[in-house]
């Protein structure tokens, strides 16, 4: 007996041995072959490419070719591998007379050397497997090349702003790129949006060439109506370019500028060389009166003086200069300048004048001479006198001090105060750098003035004999006065620093007694007169150590007396008769000792001492017998 399923598995293997039996009868039926290849690569020139062609699955026996796919549509075949076993072999059928030639490499990749824009072409790769099929696959190869740096030819001619149609600006290249770059213009760093329709206000042209290496050069031509304010404008172009993996770069030209032709409608005349914002310039200055139109090119001009209303021409050029050297005061007056342009319009404006103004100031001149001498307590006045343009200002001053203003100055109840140099000072305030001074000396005559320093004694308030004090007398006056002591070993005058006209003289002594009656003085005199200065010491005490040796001097005088009296009068006894008898008359009696020398000298001495008067007394009544 049957299993149930039996009729179900008899059916299924049926079924597979019939599959079985079409495979074996239709080869085509294996697994499709299958390629990789990149549809695009991009490479810049001068690099190698390699072009990867590879089969997809395990075949064991396959052909692989690459084609090239010109301009006209057709394939030649540049090489074929044939894998046998687990190895290919190449064969290279045609290199198109490439150098260096295309190759295989071992994986059947097309490998191209030092790229060149020639290269930039289809390449197609197939692969017959056989049973497995056929397939091919297509690789598209760019080529990129930098281009050289962007040249740029500006018009050099001149451009004239009137014209009413565009004119040629520039033409600007770009050559030897790959793809071709494209071209852009600037004005002052700001792109410009031009058509390529030729049009009144302004368009470009374009023009490539490829290069007998294959490389493409670009050339671009601006048109542009041009205006004034163009003068000044900066011009450049730029080159725009690709490389590979969708990135760009840029070159742009040197800026230029254009040489433009526009009408003069403004003129301007002023002085270029240094004066004061009034407008005046010293004498004997240098002086340029500049002229300027601002039309171009630069149009030429005529400069003039306009004398009795009539144009005196002094110089044309193109500069618009004229320069005045040492400019006078009779140069003054009114200048013009004409810009002589044809081509401005009526309303324009072409001359313009201007004052030129020449400041000057003449030596000042004063009513005295250099030195003027007057008395003492006199009274004087100096003027000062000038002629300057603009009227000049006159200030007086003494050791920077000033005095006044005005051309007069005043001198009254003179004094020695008033000795010194006074200043006259004439400047212009509306041109500061010009100016001039005149000046005298005042010399004052008169009695000279003397002034002695106080003298003060020690801080106990009195003097003593043997201080010592110095004493100063100062005199002024003219001539200048001779000073003088009462007493000799004064110093010689000499100027007192910071008071003019003072000269000083000093005395150094000791004080004594004969000062303090009779006094010291010092005098000053010159051919006016002279005057005189006592100093008074007051009451001076003797000095303590001074006193001592005074009684002492006296004490041993008298002692020196004293005893020259004594040794006088006992010579005088001894040496007399009556002396001698009275002495044999009263000598003791034998057997009796006799008074020593010193003993018999002591009642003398002792009546000495006692006094003139009473040894007198006893001497006149014969008292002295006994003593000797």
Not at 86 to 93: G, N, Y
Request: glycine residues 10%; aromatic residues 6%; negative net charge.
């Amino acid at each position: 007996m049957e299993p149930p399923d039996a009729p179900a598995r008899t059916c299924g293997a049926s079924r597979l041995l019939l599959l079985a039996v079409l495979l074996a009868a239709h080869p085509d039926a294996q697994a499709e072959v299958r390629l990789s290849v990149p549809p695009l690569v991009e490479v810049m020139r001068g690099k190698s490419v390699i072009l990867n062609c590879t089969p997809t699955g395990a075949h064991d026996h396959y052909m692989l070719e690459w084609f090239l796919t010109d301009r006209s549509g057709a394939r030649p075949r540049l090489a074929s591998a044939e894998m046998q076993g687990s190895e290919l072999q190449v064969t290279m059928h045609d290199t198109r007379g490439r150098s260096p030639p295309y190759q295989l490499d071992s994986q059947g990749s097309l490998v191209l050397a030092e790229a060149q824009v020639g290269d930039e072409r289809d390449y197609v790769c197939v692969v017959r497997a056989g049973a497995a099929g056929t397939a091919e696959a297509t690789a598209q190869l760019n080529v990129f090349a930098k281009p050289e740096a962007t040249e740029v030819s500006p018009n050099k001619g001149t451009l004239s702003v009137m014209e009413d149609s565009a004119q040629e600006i520039a033409t600007c290249n770009s050559r030897n790129g790959n793809p071709v770059p494209k071209i852009t213009w600037y004005r002052n760093g700001q792109r410009l949006e031009v058509p390529v329709e030729m049009n009144p206000k302004g368009y470009m042209t374009s023009r490539t060439v490829r290069e007998a290496s294959g490389l493409l050069s670009l050339t671009s031509t601006l048109y542009l109506r041009l205006h004034k304010d163009d003068r000044d404008a900066s011009f450049h172009c730029a080159a725009h370019y690709s490389l590979p993996k969708g990135r760009h770069g840029r070159l742009d030209s040197p800026p230029f500028h254009l040489t433009l032709h526009y009408p003069t409608e403004h003129v301007q005349f002023w002085l270029g060389s240094p004066s004061t914002p009034a407008g005046w310039v010293r004498e004997g200055d240098t002086v340029q009166l500049l002229c300027r139109g601002d039309g171009s090119p630069s149009p030429e001009y005529t400069l003039f003086r306009l004398q009795d209303e009539q144009e005196k021409v002094l110089n044309e050029n193109f500069e618009g200069n004229l320069t005045l050297k040492g400019v006078t005061r009779g140069q003054s007056g009114t200048y013009g300048c004409r810009v002589e342009d044809y081509d401005a319009a009526d309303d324009v404006q072409l001359s313009k004048t201007l004052e030129l103004r020449v400041a000057y100031l003449d030596p000042l001149e004063l009513s005295e001479g250099k030195v003027l001498s007057l008395p003492l307590n006199s009274s004087a006045v100096v003027n000062c006198s000038v002629h300057g343009l603009p009227t000049p200002v006159l200030r007086w001053t003494k050791d920077s001090t000033p005095l006044g203003d005005g051309p007069m100055l005043s001198l009254s109840s003179i004094t020695f105060d008033s000795n010194g140099t006074y200043i006259c000072e004439a400047s212009l305030p509306t041109v500061p750098v010009l100016s001039r001074t005149q000046n005298f000396t005042l010399l004052v005559q008169g009695l000279p003035e003397l002034r002695a320093a106080e003298i003060e004694p020690k801080a106990d308030g009195s003097w003593r004999e043997g201080d010592e004090v110095t004493l100063i007398c100062s005199t002024r006056g003219h001539p200048e006065p001779k000073l003088s002591w009462s007493q000799l070993g004064g110093s010689p005058a000499e100027p007192i620093p910071g008071r003019q006209g003072w000269v000083s003289s000093s005395l150094t002594l000791k004080v004594t007694s004969a000062l303090s009656r009779d006094g010291i003085s010092c005098e000053a005199s010159n051919p006016h007169g002279n005057k005189r200065h006592v100093f008074h010491f007051g009451t001076v005490s003797p000095q303590t150590s001074q006193a001592g040796v005074a009684v002492m001097a006296v004490a041993v005088s008298v002692g020196l007396l004293l005893l020259v009296v004594a040794v006088f009068y006992c010579m005088r006894r001894k040496g007399g008769p009556g002396c001698r008898q009275r002495r044999e008359k009263g000598a003791p009696p034998p057997g009796e000792p006799e008074l020593s020398h010193s003993g018999s000298e002591r009642p003398e001495q002792t009546s000495l001492l006692m006094g003139g008067a009473s040894g007198g007394a006893r001497g006149g009544s014969g008292g002295f017998r006994d003593e000797c």
